[in-house]
């Protein structure tokens, strides 16, 4: 079950595990300076005692950008981490999933307007990973990166992207860790990290290579400066190819499906009521579709409500594949048709990817219906989310609240995510939560057990009796 898996990881957590980073040796870019020499005090008082505090931290790695949100177990508030003091509302809280070669360094989260003549840009290096398994979705239109390999001018060797997008992952991690030492001084912090992976439950070759990529990027983080030397690539690359994942009683993060964690962000919202629902995540990318049911199921006992993953699938379809059909349609640059549509452009082309993603939804629910997952009537009654950046887009709202489903399934509402009341400033975010909803799931310390979807048994059997969950065991301690 994967609620056990917070029980296990947190019994383990020991001091020490994410510690305040120790030196490194030569100079990274980003040390800070040496502190000046005490000076005696006439009346010095005996240190505090420094404060364990454990927080979770939710890692959404996106297509276009990196959001993270962390949630303090002593008092299980939410907060957003800010990547820029200069910037204001949402701009401050998303990391371009972008890498820039320059001069012989590696720069992450470069802006677009940041760009210099001569860079060598990857817009997208989680879309250039991807890549590798699916040629299908290659986008970045960069002359160095194709099928998943990145071979920069005047380097003998070529990379795989994932070379690449392990070092981003360790620079994210490097400074998260170090705000949120600066956030808490006086305290011991346990940080368990969760990030996002696109997959679904019942494929699982993809975490494999991603728990590879994170747990390499965790080894590498107090290394990894930004911009760092490309001198890096061929250890990175040795040691990724040769890395094994150690248990999770032996390390502190964990890779779980994008649409586990947009599942996670609904029990999060003050939406969860009993019934089932639908959530179409739509990314710039990618695009996950659930099904699960928020309650008891035939002579399931017990409280607080369990949520049954009735089916999940991930598709190589979202936001950018739609901006370059508007591209295509309108006789203009891929960006000039993201700003276009962003402005709210009212008249739109018929676009095949809104069809794709629409075909999915409709595949996802087969899957319940081939499975005779939900029988009741009642029970086909649903709720549809949609959240993601490419899901902001009205035709693709208004063609998937229009689809009808197969075997009875009826949509009843449509509903906009709303943030946790105890996400820090969820009000001023509340409109722009799509974006941040899944590193919310992520950061969520929800001890809610669910069934994944091979273990949901068809309707027309008795499933084992469930033992109750005592409702004090719901946050983990």
């Known amino acids: 079950m994967a609620g056990s898996l917070w029980k296990r990881l947190l019994r383990r957590l020991r001091p020490g595990i994410t510690r305040k980073a120790a030196a490194t040796g030569g100079s990274t870019g980003f040390e800070r300076p040496a502190p000046s020499p005490p000076q ?17 931290v939710g890692v959404d790695f996106g297509t276009s950008s ?86 920069l001018p005047g380097l003998a060797a070529a990379y795989p992207a994932s070379t690449f997008a392990c070092l981003f992952l360790a620079h994210v991690f490097r400074e998260v860790e170090r705000g949120l030492e600066t956030r808490f001084p006086d305290d011991s912090l346990l940080l368990v990290w969760n990030i996002g992976c696109p997959m679904d439950h019942l494929n699982k070759a993809p975490k494999i290579e991603w728990e590879k ?7 590498l983080r107090r290394r990894v400066s930004n911009p760092s030397n490309v001198a890096l690539l061929p250890e990175v690359a040795s040691r990724l190819s040769s890395f094994v994942v150690a248990s999770l009683e032996e390390r502190s993060y964990s890779v779980q499906p994008e649409g586990y964690a947009a599942v996670k962000a609904f029990l999060e919202s003050p939406h969860a009521e009993s019934k089932t629902y639908a959530i179409a995540d739509v990314g710039a990318g990618t695009t996950e579709v659930s099904f699960f049911f928020n309650g008891k199921i035939m002579t399931e006992q017990g409280k607080p409500l369990r949520p049954s993953y009735l089916a999940d699938s991930t598709n190589a379809v979202g936001g950018g594949k739609i901006d370059l059909e508007l591209a295509q349609a309108w006789g203009c640059a891929m960006e000039d048709a993201r700003r276009l549509k962003e402005a709210g452009r009212t008249t739109f082309p018929i676009l095949t990817s809104i069809g794709e993603i629409g075909a999915q939804y409709e595949r996802t629910c087969r899957e319940i219906l081939r499975h005779q997952k939900l029988l009741s009537r009642n029970d086909k009654h649903f709720d549809l989310f949609i959240i993601g950046g490419g899901g902001r887009l009205r035709p693709l709202q208004e063609a998937l609240r229009a689809q009808s489903l197969p075997g009875e399934f009826v949509r009843d509402d449509y509903h906009r995510l709303l943030p946790p009341k105890s996400l820090k400033d969820g009000l001023d975010i509340e409109k722009d939560y799509d974006f941040l909803a899944n590193a ?9 057990e669910y069934y994944p979807p091979e273990e949901v048994s068809p309707m027309t059997h008795q499933p084992p009796l469930r033992q109750p969950q005592d409702r004090d065991e719901k946050y983990a301690k």
Not at 40 to 56: D, G, K, N, Q, V
Not at 213 to 219: E, H
Not at 440 to 448: P, Q
Request: hydrophobic content about 40%; overall charge positive.
């Open 440 to 448: 919310c799931g992520l950061a969520s310390s929800l001890e809610w």
């Open 40 to 56: 005696p005090a006439p009346h010095s008082s005996p240190p505090r005692p420094r404060t364990e505090r454990t927080l979770i």
């Open 66 to 151: 990196t959001k993270v949100i962390w949630q303090d177990l002593s008092d299980n508030h939410f907060e957003i981490f800010k990547w820029s003091p200069y910037e204001q509302g949402l701009a401050a809280l998303l990391f371009p999933s972008a890498i820039v070669i320059r001069a012989g360094a590696i720069h992450f989260g470069l802006s677009d307007r940041e760009a210099r003549q001569g860079d060598i840009r990857l817009s997208s290096i989680k879309l250039c990973v991807l890549c590798r398994s699916n040629l299908s979705i290659c986008r970045c239109g960069s002359s160095v990166a194709q099928n998943g390999i990145v071979c």
């Open 213 to 219: 990529m994170v747990g390499l990027a965790m080894d």
